[in-house]
């Protein structure tokens, strides 16, 4: 197997959930629980679930913004988890990240222009004028102009910040972006634009994208391969042709069957009952146990392997025959 | 700043222009903003060039004009032993600015210090703030007057007792927004961007603390005028009999029945100017809030 | 379920305009909408951000009248009563009573510092002027219609302490408690997850199937618009550009606004690795609105008419209308659904 660009194992993450004061029992949710997955060189890795179930805890510890717990992110084969922050730090020039909100992303006090070229300072760029033609440079990619220089971050419109907070990303060269729901904040018409941008540009650049949504329409346009996320941990994942045509899962097809189309006119769809529980420490069982239709006895017990039911297609479920 | 004006394009000129008339309309949208600057400012003259220009001295005492009232030579009369008021009012607004300002920026500057630390380190945090806590817990005059009952009066005396009052308000204000901005996701962009929490910290959270602290300062400079002048009344601020207001309030006591421009003149100049420095504040605060356009918060 | 009822209007917009001051400006944020709703149906408006479709639900119940300068122009009879005349203090016996209003975010519009139970009752006491032992009966009830598990116990619970979902069923249960005969939802499923969505909707349509209470449902979602809403308006730029019931919408949508609107969304028919079909350009300010059609900067189809001069409101078939100069005369229909 050649070598992944990224590759997490069994990473695991909690919160505390209740302090317990000085004398109670303290609890603590697990945000992230056994979580593994790869990204290799060039693709888009859709990530796909509602919210609370870690998936942009899962973004932000590639990222280096939570430490994680246990477990291991290996980026070209380097343990980033347990590196200081002083090793890390040549490494975020590769690892760059799009907020979903990019305004609040982006220094109010500093011009566009200022903002663009003090990212390429602190990464050793200390000619002013290649700093501000790669700024240019950057700008004209992500569709806006030179005009935009000169503009304070809120004198944009949302699809305009959106497109300067992927300019920030891109300005360094990564390898990896991490996009954390890029598009949610935003009009259709603004959000069609800004995925055809983000496509185009991941062809160009040969960028890889984790691309962090809920939206199941936006994922399935913009990945390769999608993992869905339920409850801290991956329930199937597999390539997006194949996730579609054969959802396996029973959360998958309960989310797909949720999915509001102007053209599929569903008709009598299942609606999920309940709500997503909170995951304690010792949670025991398959993650969807309380919610699924098919559950079983079994299901409540064990926790059902994350185990490959057909060649490149993995999911999490005792009621799938191999 | 990184960018330099010579290398404007003539579209960007354009821009500037837009941005400036913004900030202009902006300014025009805060009358508290100049009512209070221009107040403070023409205090700030007054006391600055009065006494340069009038040669007369605070301290002389004529006693044939005792108690003059207002007008007919003397501006705002004489006081009990004869001297010239309006004189003193303005040797007296010296003072007071002088108190006021080195107040201000020392409790700012040692406050900043403070706060600053304790955002960033969360033992230091704790020592520091609770030693706060116990300095906020004691009411500030009665602090103040310890202290100066403890050093001795004069006025560098009163300076540092009030610096000392006033510090830990400071160091809570300048932590809170230091916490506040810490959390921004801008922070945590630059964070993923590479920056080192050095830079993070001179580039990013000391411009945002510094616009709560500009408003702060100067209400700081009006408490700490309001206190010199208690302190004074009191016998525990400026020694008397160099002019001050709260000295001129303290001796008008006697004769204000008789005399009552000898407290209304100190006592509306402490109003003036303590009003002046609180409308500068309120409209500071607006104006350097990058979120509120045109006096209205954008929605 | 309606037929008979369909002559009666509930509520009836005339050429309704809402302006605010913007720089000693009087922009129009709505701009000459007409509706009627009909008892027991479902109207939904769709439009993006800035399309004026919040502000005009909320001059229905004159929400924005407190804080903010308003300006009114034309009429909104509710049970042919206007309500852009009565004084404010009247409004009171209308909003939440007659006409009832959901919003996007349910925390935020419920009291933080008050049971769950106090606040329904609350609304009940007030305008049923029930006993407080009824009004707390009655909010169990309520509580219970809209699905929540164990009612009793949710009646002493705090919003924060509820899941998302929960707390908009209490929002709903809350709005329907003095079985109003308008319930205005704004954007009510926009904060959820799919899955909630679902249920949120499904919870609505049979509300509605069960008691018949008409609903004006604001989202930008077209998707959710088809999955509930009888008749949809599509709104831009404070204007209504395309109106008809909902099989027909999607399955004709004849303004350019609309068709974009349709084909940007990535749904799951659309073709992967092919670049999404986009409304160039983003939506004009207020202070910036084009003189002619509103639409007319972003249109792939715009010529000087559409420039200068103000399209009318062109009904092409039965209930399906058109604010476009491509419809205007017929010869040019075929034109534009060959392009």
Same mark, same amino acid.
């Given at each position: 197997?050649?070598?992944?660009?990224?590759?997490?194992?069994?990473?695991?993450?909690?919160?505390?959930?209740?302090?317990?004061?000085?004398?109670?029992?303290?609890?603590?949710?697990?945000?992230?629980?056994?979580?593994?997955?790869?990204?290799?060189?060039?693709?888009?890795?859709? $990530?796909?679930?509602?919210?609370?179930?870690?998936?942009?805890?899962?973004?932000?510890?590639?990222?280096?913004?939570?430490?994680?717990?246990?477990?291991?992110?290996?980026?070209?084969?380097?343990?980033?988890?347990?590196?200081?922050?002083?090793?890390?730090?040549? !490494?975020?020039?590769?690892?760059?990240?799009?907020?979903?909100?990019?305004? /609040?992303?982006?220094?109010?006090?500093?011009?566009?222009? *200022?903002?663009?070229?003090?990212?390429?300072?602190? +990464?050793?760029?200390?000619?002013?004028?290649?700093?501000?033609?790669?700024?240019?440079?950057?700008?004209?990619?992500?569709?806006?102009?030179?005009? +935009?220089?000169?503009?304070?971050?809120?004198?944009?419109?949302?699809?305009?910040?959106?497109?300067?907070?992927?300019?920030?990303?891109?300005? =360094?060269?990564?390898?990896?972006?991490?996009?954390?729901?890029?598009?949610?904040?935003?009009?259709?018409?603004?959000?069609?634009?800004?995925?055809?941008?983000?496509?185009?540009?991941?062809?160009?650049?040969?960028?890889?994208?984790?691309?962090?949504?809920?939206?199941?329409?936006?994922?399935?346009?913009?990945?390769?391969?999608?993992?869905?996320?339920?409850?801290?941990?991956?329930?199937?994942?597999?390539?997006?042709?194949?996730?579609?045509?054969?959802?396996? +899962?029973?959360?998958?097809?309960?989310?797909?069957?949720?999915?509001?189309?102007?053209?599929?006119?569903?008709?009598?769809?299942?609606?999920?009952?309940?709500?997503?529980?909170?995951?304690?420490?010792?949670?025991?069982?398959?993650?969807?146990?309380?919610?699924?239709?098919?559950?079983? *006895?079994?299901?409540?017990?064990?926790?059902?392997?994350?185990?490959?039911?057909?060649?490149?297609?993995?999911?999490?479920? +005792?009621?799938?025959?191999? | 700043?990184?960018?330099?004006?010579?290398?404007?394009?003539?579209?960007?000129?354009?821009?500037?222009? *837009?941005?400036?008339?913004?900030?202009?309309?902006?300014?025009?949208?805060?009358?508290?903003?100049?009512?209070? @600057?221009?107040?403070?400012?023409?205090?700030?003259?007054?006391?600055?060039?009065?006494?340069?220009?009038?040669?007369?001295?605070?301290?002389?005492?004529?006693?044939?004009?005792?108690?003059?009232?207002?007008?007919?030579?003397?501006?705002?009369?004489?006081?009990?032993?004869?001297?010239?008021?309006?004189?003193?009012?303005?040797?007296?607004?010296?003072?007071?600015?002088?108190?006021?300002?080195?107040?201000? =920026?020392?409790?700012? &500057?040692?406050?900043?210090?403070?706060?600053?630390?304790?955002?960033?380190?969360?033992?230091?945090?704790?020592?520091?703030?609770?030693?706060?806590?116990?300095?906020?817990?004691?009411?500030?005059?009665?602090?103040?007057?310890?202290?100066?009952?403890?050093?001795?009066?004069?006025?560098?005396?009163?300076?540092?007792? $009030?610096?000392?009052?006033?510090?830990? /308000?400071?160091? #809570?204000?300048?932590?809170?927004?230091?916490?506040?901005?810490?959390?921004?996701?801008?922070?945590?962009?630059?964070?993923?961007?590479?920056?080192?929490?050095?830079?993070? $910290?001179?580039?990013?959270?000391?411009?945002?603390?510094?616009?709560?602290?500009?408003?702060?300062?100067?209400?700081?400079?009006?408490?700490?005028? =309001?206190?010199?002048?208690?302190?004074?009344?009191?016998?525990?601020?400026?020694?008397?009999?160099?002019?001050?207001?709260?000295?001129? !309030? %303290?001796?008008?006591?006697?004769?204000?029945? #008789?005399?009552?421009?000898?407290?209304?003149?100190?006592?509306?100049?402490?109003?003036?100017?303590?009003?002046?420095?609180?409308?500068?504040?309120?409209?500071?605060?607006?104006?350097?809030?990058?979120?509120?356009?045109?006096?209205?918060?954008?929605? | 379920?309606?037929?008979?009822?369909?002559?009666?209007?509930?509520?009836?917009?005339?050429?309704?305009?809402?302006? @605010?001051?913007?720089?000693?400006?009087?922009?129009?944020?709505?701009?000459?909408?007409?509706?009627?709703?009909?008892?027991?149906?479902?109207?939904?408006?769709?439009? %993006?951000?800035?399309?004026?479709?919040?502000?005009?639900?909320?001059?229905?119940?004159?929400?924005?009248?407190?804080?903010?300068?308003?300006?009114?122009?034309?009429?909104?009879?509710?049970?042919?009563?206007?309500?852009?005349?009565?004084?404010? @203090?009247?409004?009171?016996?209308?909003?939440?009573?007659?006409?009832?209003?959901?919003?996007?975010?349910?925390?935020?519009?419920?009291?933080?510092?008050?049971?769950?139970?106090?606040?329904?009752?609350?609304?009940?006491?007030?305008?049923?002027?029930?006993?407080?032992? %009824?009004?707390?009966?009655?909010?169990?009830?309520?509580?219970?219609?809209?699905?929540?598990?164990?009612?009793?116990?949710?009646?002493?619970?705090?919003?924060?302490?509820?899941?998302?979902?929960?707390?908009?069923?209490?929002?709903?249960?809350?709005?329907?408690?003095?079985?109003?005969?308008? $319930?205005?939802?704004?954007?009510?499923?926009?904060?959820?997850?799919?899955?909630?969505?679902?249920?949120?909707?499904?919870?609505?349509?049979?509300?509605?199937?069960?008691?018949?209470?008409?609903?004006?449902?604001?989202?930008?979602?077209?998707?959710?618009?088809?999955?509930?809403?009888?008749?949809?308006?599509?709104?831009?730029?404070?204007?209504?550009?395309?109106?008809?019931?909902?099989?027909?919408?999607?399955?004709?949508?004849?303004?350019?606004?609309?068709?974009?609107?349709?084909?940007?969304?990535?749904?799951?028919? &659309?073709?992967?690795?092919? %670049?999404?079909?986009?409304?160039?350009?983003? &939506?004009?300010?207020?202070?910036?609105?084009?003189?002619?059609?509103?639409?007319?900067?972003?249109?792939?189809?715009?010529?000087?008419?559409?420039?200068?001069?103000?399209?009318?409101?062109?009904?092409?078939?039965?209930?399906?209308?058109?604010?476009?100069?491509?419809?205007?005369?017929?010869?040019?229909?075929?034109?534009?659904?060959?392009?």
């Amino acid at each position: 197997m050649s070598e992944h660009l990224l590759e997490i194992k069994n990473l695991k993450k909690t919160f505390p959930l209740r302090n317990g004061g000085w004398f109670g029992k303290k609890e603590r949710m697990c945000a992230v629980d056994n979580l593994s997955l790869t990204i290799e060189k060039g693709e888009t890795y859709g $990530l796909v679930g509602e919210s609370g179930c870690g998936k942009s805890t899962t973004g932000r510890m590639i990222v280096g913004l939570t430490k994680a717990d246990s477990g291991s992110i290996l980026y070209e084969g380097k343990d980033i988890s347990k590196m200081s922050e002083r090793e890390f730090r040549p !490494l975020r020039k590769e690892l760059q990240m799009v907020f979903q909100n990019s305004l /609040s992303a982006l220094n109010p006090r500093l011009r566009i222009g *200022e903002i663009l070229e003090e990212i390429l300072q602190i +990464h050793g760029e200390q000619d002013k004028a290649k700093r501000r033609k790669r700024v240019l440079e950057v700008l004209e990619k992500v569709g806006l102009s030179e005009e +935009h220089y000169f503009r304070f971050p809120h004198e944009l419109s949302g699809g305009q910040v959106q497109r300067l907070g992927i300019a920030g990303a891109l300005i =360094i060269h990564p390898k990896l972006i991490v996009c954390d729901e890029p598009v949610s904040a935003l009009d259709v018409s603004i959000q069609a634009q800004i995925l055809n941008m983000l496509m185009n540009l991941k062809k160009e650049l040969r960028l890889s994208l984790l691309f962090i949504s809920h939206d199941i329409g936006v994922i399935r346009f913009i990945s390769d391969r999608i993992g869905v996320m339920y409850l801290g941990t991956l329930v199937e994942e597999t390539d997006t042709e194949t996730l579609f045509a054969n959802p396996l +899962h029973p959360y998958t097809k309960t989310l797909f069957a949720a999915i509001p189309d102007p053209y599929i006119q569903g008709g009598e769809f299942q609606a999920l009952t309940g709500e997503q529980p909170v995951r304690t420490e010792d949670f025991q069982g398959c993650a969807f146990y309380s919610r699924c239709p098919y559950a079983k *006895e079994i299901c409540k017990k064990q926790a059902p392997e994350f185990r490959e039911v057909e060649p490149g297609h993995k999911a999490a479920c +005792h009621c799938i025959e191999k | 700043m990184l960018i330099r004006r010579k290398s404007i394009s003539a579209a960007s000129e354009a821009i500037f222009r *837009e941005q400036r008339t913004l900030k202009k309309e902006k300014l025009l949208a805060n009358p508290a903003l100049i009512i209070g @600057f221009v107040g403070f400012v023409l205090i700030v003259l007054l006391a600055v060039f009065v006494p340069i220009f009038n040669s007369t001295d605070p301290n002389a005492m004529e006693v044939t004009k005792r108690l003059q009232p207002p007008g007919d030579g003397y501006l705002f009369g004489t006081d009990e032993f004869g001297r010239d008021l309006f004189v003193r009012v303005m040797y007296g607004a010296r003072v007071s600015l002088w108190v006021g300002g080195c107040v201000a =920026i020392f409790s700012c &500057v040692l406050g900043t210090i403070i706060g600053i630390y304790a955002s960033y380190f969360k033992v230091l945090d704790q020592i520091l703030m609770r030693i706060c806590d116990g300095l906020i817990a004691i009411p500030g005059i009665l602090l103040a007057i310890a202290l100066i009952a403890a050093l001795g009066t004069s006025s560098w005396n009163v300076i540092l007792a $009030l610096t000392i009052v006033y510090t830990p /308000s400071v160091a #809570r204000t300048v932590r809170v927004s230091a916490l506040v901005i810490k959390e921004q996701a801008y922070v945590e962009a630059a964070k993923v961007q590479g920056f080192s929490n050095f830079r993070i $910290l001179w580039r990013m959270i000391l411009p945002g603390v510094i616009s709560p602290l500009t408003v702060q300062a100067s209400f700081i400079f009006a408490q700490a005028i =309001i206190s010199e002048a208690s302190l004074s009344f009191l016998g525990a601020g400026i020694p008397a009999p160099a002019a001050s207001w709260g000295n001129m !309030l %303290e001796s008008s006591k006697m004769v204000f029945s #008789r005399a009552p421009w000898t407290m209304i003149c100190p006592g509306a100049a402490v109003i003036l100017c303590v009003l002046s420095l609180n409308l500068l504040g309120d409209g500071l605060r607006d104006y350097l809030d990058p979120k509120v356009k045109g006096g209205k918060k954008k929605a | 379920m309606m037929e008979e009822k369909k002559n009666e209007t509930l509520l009836e917009i005339k050429e309704l305009k809402v302006s @605010f001051p913007v720089h000693k400006k009087w922009l129009p944020a709505v701009d000459g909408v007409s509706l009627e709703i009909h008892p027991g149906e479902i109207t939904g408006i769709v439009g %993006e951000s800035g399309s004026g479709k919040s502000v005009m639900s909320q001059s229905i119940l004159r929400l924005r009248d407190h804080d903010t300068a308003v300006r009114y122009e034309g009429e909104i009879l509710f049970e042919g009563e206007n309500l852009l005349q009565k004084p404010l @203090f009247r409004m009171r016996d209308i909003r939440g009573n007659q006409i009832s209003v959901i919003f996007q975010d349910p925390l935020n519009s419920l009291s933080p510092v008050h049971t769950v139970g106090n606040q329904i009752s609350e609304v009940l006491i007030l305008h049923k002027q029930l006993s407080k032992e %009824e009004a707390g009966k009655r909010s169990i009830q309520m509580l219970k219609m809209t699905g929540i598990p164990d009612p009793e116990a949710c009646m002493k619970k705090y919003p924060f302490e509820l899941s998302g979902g929960m707390q908009q069923r209490v929002m709903i249960a809350m709005a329907l408690a003095c079985e109003p005969k308008l $319930l205005i939802a704004d954007e009510p499923t926009t904060a959820l997850d799919v899955t909630i969505q679902e249920q949120i909707l499904h919870l609505i349509r049979d509300l509605n199937e069960r008691l018949g209470m008409s609903v004006l449902f604001i989202t930008h979602d077209m998707g959710v618009v088809s999955r509930i809403c009888h008749s949809v308006k599509v709104m831009y730029l404070g204007q209504v550009v395309e109106e008809a019931q909902t099989q027909e919408l999607f399955e004709n949508p004849c303004h350019p606004y609309t068709q974009g609107l349709l084909a940007c969304i990535p749904h799951l028919r &659309v073709e992967r690795g092919k %670049e999404l079909p986009v409304i160039q350009g983003s &939506v004009p300010s207020l202070s910036n609105i084009p003189e002619g059609c509103h639409f007319c900067t972003r249109c792939r189809l715009a010529d000087d008419t559409c420039r200068n001069c103000p399209p009318p409101l062109v009904e092409i078939s039965p209930g399906h209308k058109v604010k476009c100069w491509k419809y205007a005369d017929g010869a040019k229909e075929r034109e534009v659904t060959a392009s």
